[in-house]
């Protein structure tokens, strides 16, 4: 059990201590996935900025287009903004637009780039998405073995202080990967699974735990009188 625990610790610590030293705020505009996200830019006619309307067009990864040359004004700032609503895009995926200035007759286009992620935050190095589903499934064999050791502590009723607090620190471990997960992984699938265990893991991590722990300690009381009897 204790393996387990101290695998699972150096699982999440290690990706969670190098996303810190590799994710740097140099990345292309990030939007979170079903919220409007705000696409500011400048649009150039030859050198100098556009005062006229200004034409975007949005594709997915795929090439396929989701706006489709739209005018844009400027702003007072002479720079533009699109507002764009992530719930009507696909997938979480890099994208990439196009914009030209109304009055360059399409001649000069610049190109502009954003991602679309589960949280609205830059999305680790690969190795370390690896790290994170790792520790996602060790977490799920903990989880279980762990149930496993409660059905077998309420058979044998020798489950003491010690195993509790194994129960909580599991429970305890996933409020921490749900937490790291929302800030640097962004995984829907373990935030789903980490929202899951929480709702049901206060009742087999934490209820149940204490409700064996006091029915095997009232059972070593009784026995023990009965030997001093």
Partial sequence: MRIFLLSLFLLICLPITTA???VTPSEPLICQQDTNCTIHFGCINETTLCTVDCNLSIYDPRGNILVNAESISPEPDGYYSYLMNTSLIPELDYYSGLIYCGDSGGGDMEEIDFIVTYHGRTPPPDFIQVLFILAFILVLCVILYTIF???????????????????????????????????????YIIDTFADLFIDIGSITHIILPIIVFIICFMKRRVELKEENV
């Fill in 20 to 22: 810190w030293y590799y």
């Fill in 149 to 187: 050791l409660l059905v077998r502590h309420f058979e044998s009723k020798d489950m003491d202080l010690l195993d509790v607090l194994y129960m909580f620190g599991i429970y305890l471990t996933v409020f921490s990967l749900k937490y790291f997960n929302m800030e640097y992984m962004g995984s």
